[in-house]
């Protein structure tokens, strides 16, 4: 099995990789976020995970070890196969996934395309107590009002026209930039401004 691969980055798809190392070329599927962080370099340092089946051999490839241990506690789940996996992945960032699950907040999972209301529901249920990254003593939670003025902020978006996972995405941007517990007004005006750069 191989857990571990270093070499030259032979081609770089948003999914994909070709990894030089030893004269070999490894086709390695990758999250996005994994991507984002070897978009421009030349050499790559790969976290894998080797899945096995009658009929094939695929890699699949992480920048960090935490997007390797959600990525191999979610494929630990009935019903959620390594493509699926990775698309999750690709979908929402390793913390805000624990954050997400540690809430219950399945409806934010189900936003991600190929995440059904029952697939999100089953994940919130099956990790809630399972899910700590590596390193991480405990899964930082936002505060107690966050949350539903986040979700107020994405409807309001979702009701402009804009898709549920690009809303989400701009609010967690909009969260990142402001400061304390901003307001439903602060936090629209930062999102709004993502998605129109």
Not at 159 to 171: D, E, I
Not at 173 to 192: I, P
Request: aromatic fraction near 6%; charged fraction near 25%; proline fraction near 4%.
């Amino acid at each position: 099995m191989i857990g571990y691969l270093e070499g030259t980055i032979h081609t770089l798809e948003t999914d994909r990789a070709v990894i030089l190392a030893g004269g070999v070329g490894y086709l390695v599927h990758i999250p996005l976020s994994t991507y984002y962080r070897l978009e421009g370099a030349s050499r790559a340092e790969l976290r894998i995970y080797t899945h096995v089946r009658e009929d094939m051999l695929a890699l699949y490839g992480f920048a960090t070890l935490e997007e390797r241990a959600i990525f191999e506690k979610l494929i630990s789940i009935s019903g959620i196969g390594p493509r699926l996996a990775q698309v999750i992945l690709s979908g929402i960032a390793p913390e805000d996934l624990a954050e997400a699950i540690l809430r219950g907040d399945s409806r934010r999972l189900s936003s991600i395309p190929g995440v059904g209301k029952k697939t999100s529901e089953r994940i919130c249920l099956e990790l809630h107590d399972k899910l700590l990254l590596p390193g991480k003593d405990e899964v930082k939670t936002t505060p107690a009002r966050t949350p539903s003025i986040d979700d107020d902020v994405v409807s309001a978006l979702t009701n402009l026209g804009y898709r549920p996972a690009a809303a989400q995405g701009a609010v967690d941007k909009a969260r990142q930039e402001l400061t304390g517990e901003a307001e439903f007004s602060e936090v629209l005006k930062s999102a709004l401004r993502h998605l129109t750069r």
